[in-house]
C-alpha cells in the first residue's frame, strides 16, 4: 500500500519492506503497541538528517518522547547494528562483492589525535605556558 510521504527523507514502500522484518514485535504480556513503527522511524531519521533536537519534532510526528524511547531501545537492544549490517550486506551483494567486508580502514586523524595524547596533552601544554598564549606573545617591559 503506497502512502504519500510528508517529508523528502521519508522511507519509500521499498525502504520499509526492507527493514520492517528487522523491527522488534510489541513485548508479549503488555500494552498493545499504539505507535505506527514506520512514522517513529521516519520521525528518527528526521532528528538525524535535520540534526533537530529531539523535542523539536515537528507536531505531525509521533510524540518526541515516544521517539527517543525507541531511538534508545533499538541503540541497547542492537536493533541499529541489525538493521546497518544488514542493509551493508545487501549493497555489498548488490555490488557483485562478499557480503561482510573483509578488511577495514583505520582513519589517520584518529591515530594523530592520539599520539598527540587528546585533550588531556593539550590542558598540561596551556598550563604550562601559563596562561594565554598571546599574553606569552606580548614583549615584556
Same mark, same amino acid.
Given at each position: 500500500?503506497?502512502?504519500?510521504?510528508?517529508?523528502? &527523507?521519508?522511507?519509500?514502500? &521499498?525502504?520499509?519492506?526492507?527493514?520492517?522484518?528487522?523491527?522488534?514485535?510489541?513485548?508479549?504480556?503488555?500494552?498493545?503497541?499504539?505507535?505506527? !513503527?514506520?512514522?517513529?522511524?521516519?520521525?528518527? #531519521?528526521?532528528?538525524? &538528517?535535520?540534526?533537530?533536537?529531539? &523535542? !523539536?519534532?515537528?507536531?505531525? !510526528?509521533?510524540?518526541?518522547?515516544?521517539?527517543?524511547?525507541?531511538?534508545?531501545?533499538?541503540?541497547?537492544?542492537?536493533?541499529?547494528?541489525?538493521?546497518?549490517?544488514? #542493509?551493508?550486506? /545487501?549493497?555489498? /551483494?548488490?555490488?557483485?562483492?562478499?557480503?561482510?567486508?573483509?578488511?577495514?580502514?583505520?582513519?589517520?586523524?584518529?591515530?594523530?589525535?592520539?599520539?598527540?595524547?587528546?585533550?588531556?596533552?593539550?590542558?598540561?601544554?596551556?598550563? #604550562? !605556558?601559563?596562561?594565554?598564549?598571546?599574553?606569552? #606573545?606580548?614583549?615584556?617591559?
Amino acid at each position: 500500500m503506497s502512502r504519500p510521504s510528508a517529508y523528502p &527523507r521519508d522511507l519509500t514502500d &521499498r525502504q520499509w519492506q526492507t527493514i520492517e522484518p528487522l523491527i522488534p514485535p510489541a513485548k508479549h504480556g503488555g500494552r498493545p503497541r499504539t505507535s505506527d !513503527m514506520r512514522e517513529i522511524i521516519n520521525a528518527i #531519521l528526521f532528528v538525524l &538528517r535535520s540534526g533537530c533536537a529531539w &523535542r !523539536m519534532l515537528p507536531h505531525d !510526528m509521533p510524540v518526541w518522547s515516544t521517539v527517543y524511547d525507541y531511538f534508545r531501545k533499538f541503540r541497547i537492544d542492537g536493533v541499529w547494528k541489525l538493521i546497518h549490517d544488514r #542493509l551493508r550486506n /545487501q549493497v555489498r /551483494q548488490n555490488d557483485g562483492r562478499q557480503a561482510s567486508p573483509s578488511a577495514a580502514i583505520i582513519d589517520s586523524q584518529s591515530v594523530k589525535t592520539t599520539e598527540k595524547g587528546g585533550r588531556a596533552a593539550t590542558t598540561q601544554a596551556r598550563k #604550562l !605556558m601559563g596562561g594565554s598564549v598571546i599574553g606569552s #606573545l606580548t614583549p615584556s617591559a
